[in-house]
């Protein structure tokens, strides 16, 4: 039989013993710190019409310079570069029916933290754009995506208001981080 003094030593001795022990949270949340970018497009646009594009094409390049500075101390520079372009195809005179192709790719040169990388989704900026998925679902330090697009305009507003445009698409996309 246990004495009243054994019971009370106990609960130290585990407690001592699980707080030798590492926590799993720290672990899962990413380094605290600050991120500083700034950032540039050059873009080129020859297109027949900005509302509803039927012929014609674009094309961008977005780069620009980013520092982390991680609580942990130090610090990281990285340059992210991001290409994109896309085409236009008409497919009736009336100008009602368009084919759209978009391709873009990216890499990011450097060491970024982790809630710089590329993250492709079904929402955001149109380079990183897999419709149909949930926000940050494939991440990586480069990433390539295209999609192709039918395009019908209803024409339901013939003096240029308000218009409804149909669109059928197709999105792919790739995320990668190297090995190492």
Known sequence: MRSQRDRYHEP?????HRLQE????PKLLPTPGWTVRLDTTFAYLEVDDPRFRTQGY?????TGLGLSLPDTGGRSFFVPLVATGKTYFGLDPERRQALAFRLSAGTLLGFPPESERFYLS?????????????DRKYGGLSFATGSLEYRYDF??????G????????????????PEG
């Open 162 to 177: 308000t218009n409804l445009y149909g669109v059928l698409f197709a999105d792919l996309g790739l995320a990668t981080t």
């Open 155 to 160: 024409r339901l507003s013939p003096q240029g």
């Open 12 to 16: 130290q001795v585990l407690r001592r």
């Open 58 to 62: 674009e094309a961008s390049l977005a």
């Open 22 to 25: 590492p926590l799993p949270g």
């Open 122 to 134: 079904g929402g955001g900026a149109e380079a990183f754009l897999l419709r149909g998925y949930e």
